[in-house]
C-alpha cells in the first residue's frame, strides 16, 4: 500500500503568480484534504474533497481552489499570490468522511518572494 | 467554534526518563476524536495516538498513552522511556464526529528535545 505523496517538494514563486500543488492520495482512500501550515504554526484547514466534490472549506479566501481527479489525487491552486502565502502545505487522504484516520502526505515547501 | 491549545512552546527530557505533553481544548459537542501526531524535521506527521471521546478508558500504544479528562477537556501525552528518536514537533489535534466536515483542528505544537 503506498502512502500519500506530493510534489513538488520545494517550490520558489514571485508575488502575483499562480501555484498548483499536487497530492496522490494513498490506495483506496476517496477523501483528500489540505492544510497549509506557516512557520513555527499548526497546520490549518483548507478545504476537503470527497468524491471529486468539495465538502467543506476554512477560512481561505476563494484564489485557494481544488480539484480532486476520479483516481482520487488532487491539486491546490493558489492564485494572486501573497507573501504570507509562504507555507508549508500538507494533503491528508482517508478512506471515507466519516473515517477518523488521516494519513499525511511530507508536504509541499511553498516560498513566495 | 472549537479551538486547541498547546501551552508548551518547547519541552526538554533526559534519555529514557518520562515526558508529558499537555493540551487543553474547547467544544460544545459530546462526539469528537483526539489525536497525537508527531512531526520530525522530515516533515511527514505521523499519528501517534488517538482517542475516542465516548472511550472513558485512556489510549495507550508502546511507550504512548495518553490522560484524558473529559470533563476538563484535557489530553496530555506522556512518552515513557524517551528515546532519540521521539525528537520532534508534536501536534495535539481535535476531530468532530458530527456529520459534516471532518476536518482536524490543531494546537500550535511543542517541541520535544531528547537529550543524550
Known amino acids: 500500500e503506498t502512502g500519500v505523496t506530493q510534489s513538488p517538494t520545494h517550490l520558489i514563486k514571485t508575488r502575483g503568480q499562480q501555484v498548483t500543488l499536487r497530492c496522490s492520495s494513498q490506495?483506496?482512500?476517496?477523501?483528500v484534504s489540505w492544510y497549509q501550515q506557516a512557520l513555527g504554526q499548526g497546520p490549518q484547514f483548507i478545504f476537503q474533497?470527497?468524491?471529486?466534490?468539495?465538502?467543506g472549506r476554512g477560512n481561505f479566501p476563494p484564489r485557494f481552489s481544488g480539484l480532486q481527479f476520479p483516481n482520487y489525487s488532487s491539486e491546490l491552486n493558489v492564485n494572486a499570490l501573497e507573501l504570507d502565502d509562504s507555507a508549508l502545505y500538507l494533503c491528508?487522504?482517508?478512506?471515507?468522511?466519516?473515517?477518523?484516520?488521516?494519513?499525511f502526505g511530507p508536504g509541499t515547501r511553498l516560498t513566495v518572494t | 467554534a472549537q479551538t486547541v491549545t498547546q501551552s508548551q512552546p518547547e519541552m526538554s527530557v533526559q534519555e529514557a526518563e518520562t515526558v508529558t505533553l499537555s493540551c487543553t481544548y474547547d467544544?460544545?459537542?459530546?462526539?469528537?476524536?483526539l489525536f497525537w501526531y508527531k512531526q520530525p524535521p522530515s516533515r511527514q506527521m505521523i499519528l501517534v495516538i488517538r482517542?475516542?471521546?465516548?472511550?472513558?478508558q485512556n489510549a495507550t500504544e508502546n511507550r504512548f498513552s495518553v490522560n484524558f479528562q473529559k470533563a476538563a477537556k484535557s489530553f496530555s501525552l506522556k512518552i515513557s522511556d524517551s528515546q532519540l528518536g521521539d525528537a520532534a514537533m508534536y501536534f495535539c489535534?481535535?476531530?468532530?464526529?458530527?456529520?459534516?466536515?471532518?476536518?482536524?483542528?490543531f494546537g500550535t505544537g511543542t517541541r520535544l528535545k531528547v537529550l543524550a
Open positions: 491528508a487522504s482517508s478512506r471515507g468522511l466519516e473515517t477518523y484516520e488521516q494519513y
Open positions: 490506495s483506496g482512500h476517496n477523501t
Open positions: 474533497y470527497y468524491r471529486e466534490e468539495e465538502n
Open positions: 467544544t460544545s459537542e459530546s462526539d469528537y476524536y
Open positions: 482517542q475516542e471521546a465516548y472511550k472513558q
Open positions: 489535534a481535535y476531530r468532530s464526529g458530527t456529520s459534516g466536515t471532518y476536518k482536524y483542528i
